[in-house]
């Protein structure tokens, strides 16, 4: 799962690539036209106010076109990294499941659990995030998340014995 999260990472680079080069292009095709025309209002050949109006015209452009490459950076991978984190954390629970460490099982269960209980040597938790999804797959035992199952099964509590 790892491997395919770097090929859609690869994948995903080469084309936002030219989507970003695209921009940047955009960009310096812009400032290029303000050197012309600042030329040309150096030159005389266009009054102030044609050159005013167009310089304005062009820098809003420019502007505009800056703003999409700044939030297509910021958004860029943003859920590639999470989304690894979690396929990586998620082995990490097969791990420490299978461990005879209690220590390491409570502190596993404080990162992706809240209101951690213990009761009758049982440590009773609710998953949060991502966590969620798992705990409603067939094999933890859930029910189906369709209309009123859904709002219980986002609030299940979930047991886990703490005898070795």
Same mark, same amino acid.
């Given at each position: 799962?790892?491997? #395919?999260? +770097?090929? @859609?990472?690869?994948?995903? %680079?080469?084309? *936002? &690539?030219? &989507?970003? $080069? !695209?921009?940047?292009? $955009?960009?310096? %095709?812009?400032? *290029?036209?303000? +050197?012309?025309?600042? *030329? /040309?209002? /150096? ?12 310089? $304005?015209?062009?820098? !809003?452009?420019?502007? %505009? ?20 984190? &979690?396929?990586?954390?998620? !082995? #990490? ?7 005879? +460490?209690?220590? #390491? ?9 809240? !209101?951690?209980? /213990?009761? @009758? ?18 094999? &933890? +035992?859930? #029910? ?21």
């Amino acid at each position: 799962m790892i491997a #395919e999260l +770097d090929k @859609e990472r690869n994948k995903t %680079e080469r084309a *936002d &690539f030219s &989507f970003i $080069q !695209n921009l940047k292009s $955009q960009i310096k %095709e812009c400032k *290029d036209k303000l +050197d012309k025309l600042l *030329d /040309l209002q /150096l030159s005389e050949t266009i009054s102030t106010e044609e050159y005013a109006e167009k310089k $304005q015209k062009i820098l !809003n452009q420019k502007i %505009e076109i800056s703003e999409k490459l700044k939030v297509f950076q910021q958004k860029g991978y943003s859920w590639l990294e999470p989304a690894k984190n &979690f396929i990586l954390s998620a !082995n #990490e629970a097969k791990n420490v499941a299978s461990s005879t +460490d209690l220590a #390491e099982k409570a502190e596993f269960l404080k990162k992706v659990g809240s !209101n951690l209980v /213990l009761q @009758e040597q049982n440590i009773k938790y609710f998953p949060r995030g991502a966590w969620k999804i798992l705990g409603n797959l067939p094999h &933890f +035992d859930a #029910e189906p998340r369709s209309g009123e199952a859904q709002n219980e099964a986002e609030n299940r509590e979930y047991s886990i014995v703490l005898r070795g």
